[in-house]
């Protein structure tokens, strides 16, 4: 965090100012405007953390550089389901921008969702079972 300290009329000031990072890309899917919007969900939320309208194929949203990772989902708010996803996609932890092109038909995000469910069965199956077997 960047912190700037001054004296204003003999009275110390100082202001916070947060760290942003900005993402920004294409959605060649997002074929008509005002139907479309790109999502972040973290990867440790359930739900999304933003959403915004991609317009003329292009998105761009600035979120905390608090080293969170992210998935950006394409979503038709029309027909209110996702189109597709991409990343993980991490915001850093300092101020920058990064590009990141949702590409439809990406198998890398299948592999990403695939392998979260495996994680998912994997604990399921390591815990224990109690049973009402008692005296």
Known sequence: MLVVSGVVSGVVSTLLVAQLVTFSGS??????????????????QPSAVACVP?????????????????????????????????GPVESGNKTSAKVVNIECGSKA??????L????????????????????
Do not use: H
Request: aromatic share 8%; proline share 3%.
């Open 109 to 114: 995000v299948a592999w990403w969702i695939l």
């Open 54 to 86: 991609v317009r003329d194929k292009k998105y761009s949203l600035s979120l905390p550089a608090d080293g969170a990772k992210y998935l950006i989902e394409l979503q038709d708010m029309k027909e209110k389901k996702i189109i597709c996803t991409e």
């Open 116 to 135: 979260g469910a495996v994680g998912v069965a994997t604990i399921s199956i390591t815990q224990p079972v109690s049973g009402g077997g008692g005296n």
């Open 27 to 44: 959605a060649k899917a997002a074929n008509e405007n005002g139907r479309y919007s790109a999502c972040f969900r973290d990867v440790n």
